[in-house]
């Protein structure tokens, strides 16, 4: 009788805490992709960080995308920014990713589209496609 409690007060703690692991997990995956959508073969060059992370300068063709994943950290700071070019727009400030104003609106997935007008954001909650940055110079 003693025995078997144990046994089964054991196990259910430690299905609680590996659950509880996953949750934590899955909820902090962030993928985050851009895309050049710049259209007539027009190259988009982009460098995005973190504060500590490069992700390095990359050149991404038209109809090709650059993305990358992380985890967010637990103070709610995350925060990534490009700076990016094309043949009008000579440097563009962007931020990809910031915890605080993404956390709902994309909370696992955030994906952007760079266009000639300027950069469009997927909403994750209503799964619209959102026109969210005018270039500027
Ligand atoms: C875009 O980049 C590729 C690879 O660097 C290059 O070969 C191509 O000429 C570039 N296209 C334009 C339109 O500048």
């Known amino acids: 009788m ?3 409690s144990l046994i089964f007060g ?3 703690a430690i299905l609680l805490i590996l659950s509880s692991c996953t949750l934590v997990h899955s909820d902090d ?3 985050v992709s851009i895309k050049n959508r710049l259209g007539s073969g027009k190259n988009l060059t982009l460098h995005c ?3 500590d992370t490069d992700l390095g300068q ?3 063709g038209d109809g090709s995308e ?3 994943d992380f985890t967010v950290n637990v103070w709610g700071s995350t925060l ?3 700076d990016m070019g094309w043949e009008e727009v000579q440097q563009y400030h962007f931020v990809a990713y910031y915890f605080q104003r993404d956390f ?3 909370e696992s997935q955030c994906s952007w589209l760079v266009s000639a007008e300027g950069i469009y954001g997927l909403n994750g909650q209503t799964g619209f496609w959102e026109f969210a940055y005018y270039w500027s110079s």
């Open 2 to 4: 003693q025995a078997s």
């Open 29 to 31: 995956d962030v993928h």
């Open 66 to 68: 650059f993305g990358w």
């Open 10 to 12: 054991n196990s259910l």
């Open 104 to 106: 709902a609106r994309c």
């Open 58 to 60: 990359q050149n991404v």
């Open 80 to 82: 990534f920014y490009c």
């Open 49 to 51: 960080q973190s504060k």
